[in-house]
Every structure is written in structure tokens, then in C-alpha cells.
């Protein structure tokens, strides 16, 4: 069964980057889409990025598009978020998910297993 654990946020200044990580067990990993979802308090949660198993293929929610990249390493086993020109908005505890099936997809409920998060403060 894999599990999922994000790590890498922090507070930054606005304009400012991060790269949060995603470290997953489990020995089939490479078979699934992953997913990074984001949650401010008080909102909802809401989809940020996806990444095919592969890696070749990804989807981005429109307001981060051109500012976050996800990429995998599944050798490592681990899937990433690059974040740039970080703004006050991105503040939330952001999460990292495994997909059900290898195809991308933007639901939460296409999501089964998920890690607890990890907060990003975005100061202005």
C-alpha cells in the first residue's frame, strides 16, 4: 500500500519560491497518477497540480499555471512541486495525494491516499 508524506514548506516572501516534496512507500508507486491539492483555512480544498505516472503528462489548476511545476523522480520515489513567484494567495497547507488509476486527473475523489500536509506562508 503506498503512503505518502509532503515535506518542504515553509514561510517565504511574496515573489519568493519553495519546492515541496513528496516521499511515497510502497512498491507500486510507479503505477499511479499524483496529485498535489491545497487548503486555506476557512476554503475549500482545492487542485493544484497532477503528474501521469509516467511523468510525461501534467494538468495545472489556472491560477498557478506558469508559476508551479510538478515533476517525479519515481526511481526515488518521490514527486515534487516547484513553486515560483509565490504570492500571499498560495498561502495554505498543501497536500500531496496518490491518484487511483496512472491517467491524470483533477478530483479529489480520483485521489485514495493522501499525506497530511504541509504548510506554505506566503507573506506580503
Known amino acids: 500500500q503506498v503512503q505518502v508524506a509532503e515535506s518542504g514548506g515553509g514561510l517565504v516572501q511574496a515573489g519568493g519560491s519553495l519546492r515541496l516534496s513528496c516521499a511515497a512507500s510502497?512498491?507500486?508507486?510507479?503505477?499511479?497518477?499524483m496529485g498535489w491539492f491545497r487548503r486555506a483555512p476557512g476554503r475549500e480544498r482545492e487542485f493544484v497540480a497532477t503528474?501521469?505516472?509516467?511523468?510525461?503528462?501534467?494538468s495545472y489548476a489556472h491560477f498557478v499555471q506558469g508559476r508551479f511545476t510538478i515533476s517525479r523522480d519515481n526511481a526515488k520515489n518521490t514527486v515534487y512541486l516547484r513553486m515560483n513567484s509565490l504570492k500571499p494567495g498560495d498561502t495554505a497547507s498543501y497536500y500531496c495525494a496518490k491518484a487511483r488509476g496512472p491517467v491524470v486527473v483533477v478530483e479529489p475523489t480520483q485521489y485514495d491516499i493522501w499525506g497530511q500536509g504541509t504548510q506554505v506562508t506566503v507573506s506580503s
Open positions: 503528474i501521469s505516472a509516467s511523468g510525461f503528462s501534467t
Open positions: 510502497g512498491r507500486t508507486f510507479s503505477d499511479f497518477a
